[in-house]
């Protein structure tokens, strides 16, 4: 892969909080806000950032299953309801399940490559709290093939991440793996309580590993992973501008307060086909070194990543997938405590999917606002320190099972 | 809007057959193909025509609702069922009502403007006989506004333009511009009958005009349309190559066998307000603006145009928008016979929407397709003259009412 032909920066992200179980204002008995209010919000919040509407060329929105959670497609008409300043500009949705975020990011960067836009306005968004959390596996389950869904489990992801984990734990032990999934869980948590978006913001679990560690129930769930496995049901939006340099000077926001794309991966793998190894995620680890490539470094210059966890399991694939760590020795990586925020190598520094939430849409276009708060010092409370030597983020965004996937390199402004 | 910054073309052009009521093959109460087959017959025929898989660099897929009609998204990652040869390369799905295809067809443009590609395969697809015309009715609502939809029309979008109708009616008369639907019509299914492809191909009714002109049975459907006024439920895909010169030359494809894309519209409406002029399609009209002024051109250049007749009159309100008649006259130019494909101005030389069918994700890219065959000579019966110096052709492709639209000016390559 070839270096970018132009300069790409990302600027002004924004979060509206990750909403759901675990959040005090939580409430599924009363209304909650509708998928335009986060798109609002979020679109609000970026806008302010960059000086309004009038700087912005072009939008993009990622958005994975609102045509069931909320009845609604045709999104890109949306961004005149941000803003009347947005009327009559070119807008796109894009999807890829779960990778839909880092889609609508990539939408963005080809339009600063191709000149057609110096600004464009990236959303993702999500609402699923209006169905029930059964309906709505069923509706995420749309990531997968359907003749698939036939047969198989009733919780299809967390079933086919159940079979993974199972396999996990056949090849490479399963007392350590569980001890790492716990591990991950308390990183995620520990995290999430110092970002205030974060969905377990207000999780106040003392023991989190010894939560972690409960048995998985089969019957009335999955296999092999338990509920602190899996990410939660959220709503959510997120919000940034992939700009130029030109769209900098425009935006009046000094080089330091940007990040820098400086590479990418995309891959796919055939939704017909089952994994072409249950304990690896094959399509993460050649998206990962197509980014790498790309951006020019190796993995050890990475300061921080935000890597997709929608399950511990693939959170501990995603750590060998990334290179750090052999297969099947991701477990060790995590229990040194590498990956936590004071560890060699910090991931998911908001919580990640586990931790912050996981609003399918706006969860690529997140992982790129954390590292640009990470990258750029304005990470609050949740800011960890970037070592000199590895001024670099990473993010692997991943739809369905290890199907559609976006990893993206950045480096300081 | 500057000039493109480095040539684009479009090849290889493919259209499964537009299935449903209408095609002697159709019959409901059989399995009929599914999405995946459509998806894997055009990607198919493109791909033998630029010399395999191997010539691709990225991938994109334009569907509105294959997550109701199909309980299937993340439809990137079928790239590899057409050909294995796809497998780790970039793919992406996007989404814009029925402007769909044409959002699909900007995104192969990007990508390569932005070098990121010099062949990309891009397919559009939709299958909604999946379920029955009421249901698929309020599937298709989806791009609306939900909260819209809360009142008002069982039949949402027959519902929306049959008030464009009333309201044109009360401005402009009656009469005539029933005639000019019933014309409208005419044209659609005599283009229709000359393409194998068509959906309308088999129809062999003698007085269409007359046919036509039946009275709307406002209490069954909607006030001021007819079932002949309104395109029907399809199944279908069609496919095409975005290549740079550096594309051309990989696949061996002469420029005579190429359209370069010259220039292009992109405009958004808010989705949440009512249309600006009940009469007139305003976001379109300002697409082809934008197109027309990046081209360099005058719509009066243009040999032959594809428009979005999702309804009757929704064609004779392009054709004002087009800038061919002034408000309330577009009725007199097509009963005067400019839009028949003998005419001075021939619109949807394949059928458009009413005749040829309306499998909405893949319209926008159908439409490109005509444009290629007939600005190349490759259009068999369906073929028209165009004049040596009109040398042009010309798509809009509008999703929702008239909310996100696309237009684009071609040439000869």
Redesign the interface.
Known sequence: M?KL?RKVYMVAGYNTVSMGTGRKEFNPKKECP???EYIKEAGQGTLKLIGGAKNVD??AIGN??G??F????????????ID?G????????????CATGA?AL??G???V????AEVVLVIGVEVQNTVKAMYGADIL???????D?KEGHAYFFPGQFSDRAGAYFEKYGRDKTRKAFARWYRNAIENARLCPTAQEHHNTTKDLEALAMMEPNGRSFVDHLNVFDCSKVSDGASSIAVVSEEGLKRTGIPKEQAIEVLGFG????????KPVEQTELT?SK?AVKTALESAGIIISQVGTAEIHDCFTIAGVMAVEALGLADPGKGTDFILEGNTARDGKFPINTTGGLIGWGHPTGATGVHQAVTILEQLTGKAGDSQIKIPADRPYGLTVNM??ND??LVSIVYHRG
């Open positions: 070839k032909r509708g998928l335009e072009e939008c994975f299953m045509s069931r909320n009845k609604q497609a045709n999104m890109a008409a949306f961004f005149p309801f009347e947005l009327r009559g500009k070119p807008a796109i949705r894009v999807e890829g399940a889609l990539m939408t960067i080809k339009s490559l191709a000149e057609t389950a749309g990531a997968g093939w359907f003749k869904r995309q891959a796919e793998e055939d939704l017909t086909k399509t050649l739809g369905g199907k559609t």
